[in-house]
């Protein structure tokens, strides 16, 4: 299946080869003529046009990328854009938000209709600076080294040259002489570009302080929750959360490792954190690409024939890359494809079941892209990670009516279920230290490498139960927030993953309790796009925006109580 893209402003078959190719079109938009409402509706959708032919070009040239990072021409394809293409249309982007600001019909639009949409661009305007043109361009050459390093990684297990995802699967191994030797040669392998990655990061540290003294504000944490568009929640109810987490979150945690320890019946060690209990094999769902999408698309159709409709679009489309291979950029994605409005899939499946539950996450952002996908401008289609994830951390828990696909043996899918939600706990407290770290970090811009490591051993202390025995691999635990990719490529977009993980499971106990009813808002919800407040959207999804200690308590409560059925 093709989609063809019928342009109404833009030439067909327009091809970004240099700049000289979209400047006419920025140029035409600037000086038109806005003399009604109407010929301002106009401009907007020839506007949003651009936009979106623009944003899936970039996308295009990312995902070719990250698919072969030892490619140099698709690196130089997207560095290209980033750039060449991205510099030049920055000012451009201001000079039409302020053209619309200024627009004397403005107040003649739906003001409920664009309300986000104004308020965010509002936003860009103040925060735009000229100067920070050059630096915006400068931190995307350097944070795509990242995935370059990363997916250059791989180590031998049994002979067998294996990337490091592959790999891991060995840390689910029944035979403790395999998890360890694989957790070694893993972390050794990440050890040798401890170096490599700690002067990046000091690199992009740097340019983002840089960019927010430029845009007025003390340190880069300010600007970005203003550049983010936080409108609804601040830095001191983010530590809150944090907070929160050690309260409520933590001592559960605790409770899994002691029974853990009580289980296994020694001492753990890293490498004991996610091997069965009962000294079962890992489980395998699937047995390669083909056959985890296969099994998706019928896991699907099992809660809602469109879920499975979307997945299967994507196959017609040639949108996914699934497998694990040496090369490929470490990680997982949905990147929506803003023209066509059929996302791309990428991930690095090896056969176990985080991949399931990755696939099925990611299918939650894919099906968001088809439900959206008809709203009238491409604006209104981006969303903030607090609904985005809500989207896809809801599929990973509704779709647990489709899982038989993966694990037939109803004992596999206990045991597989039970690890996912017991994983939801675990992960909160990672998530409330992968945030910490970054306020301290753009706080405490001119930190040293040694200052950042005893913090993050600090934080590692603060949130870790205490349980886990790192004698001896002190070195390796010291950088183990190197293996989150966000801390380069996103910085601040995690907590959002805990925000969501909270309104996902309140949407799966409404489903719970009715599931015809709990998809229905579900679906509604996600086909608003951004054009409502996060907790409007929430609302209609039948959920609230919270993430107060009480409301974490309850849920906690919840989630124990689906365990001990």
Known sequence: MLTIIHHKFLADKLKITSWEILEPYFTQLLNREINSKQELELWLKHRSELEAFVSEDLAWRYVKMTCDTTNKALEESYLFFVSEIEPKISPFNDALNKKLVACPFLTELDQDKYFIYLRGLKKEIELFREENIPIYAKIAAESQKYGTIMGAMSVEMEGKELTLQQAANYLKNPNRTLREEAFRKINEKRAAHTEELDSLFDELISLRHQLAINAGFENYRDYMFAAMGRFDYTPADCSNFHEAIQKQVLPLVKVFNE????????????????????????????????????????????????????????DDMNRLDLESRKGKAPGGYNYPMAETSVPFIFMNAASSTRDVETMVHEGGHAVHSFLSKDLELAAFKNCPSEVAELASMSMELISYDGQDEFYPNPEDFKRAKDEHLEGIIKILPWIATIDKFQHWIYTHPTHTREERKAYWAQLSKDFGTGMVNWEGLEMYQAYTWQRQLHLYEVPFYYIEYGMAQLGALSVWRNFLNNKTKAIEQYKKALSLGYTKTIGEIYETAGIKFDFSENYIKDLMDFVSAELKK
């Open 259 to 314: 029974k853990r320890k009580a289980d296994l019946g020694h001492d753990l060690r890293p490498w004991d954190m996610e091997v069965d209990v009962a000294n079962r094999p890992g489980l395998e769902p699937f047995t390669s690409g083909a056959d985890l999408l296969e099994k998706t698309i019928k896991c699907f159709a099992k809660v809602d024939d469109y879920f499975a409709y979307c997945i299967k679009t994507m």
